[in-house]
């Protein structure tokens, strides 16, 4: 019972490349988040899916698309990296029911060149 | 949106003494707030929640209050120890018209010193 997973755990992009951070969870939860974790600023949130097939916007979406591919996994895409996307990714998920509690992966450290 | 502010961003305390973080929040409809601790280049990891219905929160040397009218809600700890030296974060949550996201505060840096 891996819990939340997270690939890659550290990767390095030029800018103007593109790349899918992905998240997997094997909780059987509905809702899914992603968030960014830059130094001082806390965690801020990009994109949820409150259940399979749907997507919403967080505080911080520009730049990032996501796709809610089944109940297990939820991908991140930056069509086209910024250096200010330079940040630690974190994937959480939540169980339904009124539950509020989120469970986060260990995280992807994205560097933008 | 909701916005949770959070003090001190960083705290020194000696060893056996206690510690407190503070956060204050805008919404009103916020009715769930977790703190959360995270160790150097590790994930979150929730520590302890309060709901807006109940006002104290205690789990062995952790607890958490909460003031609704105020719209803040701090954390104690008790009896620190080194291993409680982390970056420990707030947030607020308005539930289901808002996904269940969280808020988070900017997070406080603990020094526990034996």
């Known amino acids: 019972n891996a819990g939340v997973t997270q690939t890659p755990k550290f990767q390095v992009l030029k800018t103007g490349q593109s790349m899918t951070l992905q998240c997997a969870q094997d909780?059987?939860?509905?809702?899914m988040y992603w968030y960014r974790q830059d130094p001082g600023m806390g965690l801020r949130l990009i994109y949820y899916?409150?259940?399979?097939?749907?997507?919403d916007k967080g505080e911080v979406p520009n730049g990032y698309n996501v796709s809610r591919l089944n109940k297990r996994e939820f991908s991140l895409r930056l069509e086209s990296a910024a250096p200010s996307q330079t940040s630690v990714y974190f994937c959480a998920t939540r169980t339904s029911g009124g539950k509020e509690t989120q469970y986060f992966g260990p995280g992807t450290r994205l560097l933008v060149l | 949106g909701e916005n949770v502010e959070q003090h001190p961003s960083t705290l020194s305390v000696q060893e056996g003494d206690s510690a407190v973080i503070k956060c204050t929040y805008s919404d009103s409809a916020s009715n769930y707030f977790p703190w959360y601790k995270q160790e150097l280049g590790k994930r979150p990891q929730l520590i302890i929640d309060i709901r807006s219905n109940v006002g104290e929160k205690k789990d062995q040397r952790i607890a958490v209050t909460l003031n609704k009218t105020a719209k803040h809600f701090s954390l104690h700890i008790t009896e620190t120890q080194p291993e409680d030296s982390a970056v420990y974060f707030c947030a607020a949550s308005i539930g289901g018209n808002s996904g269940y996201a969280l808020n988070f505060g900017k997070g406080t840096s603990l020094l526990v010193t034996p």
């Open positions: 909780m059987n939860h509905n809702s």
């Open positions: 899916s409150a259940s399979e097939g749907t997507t």
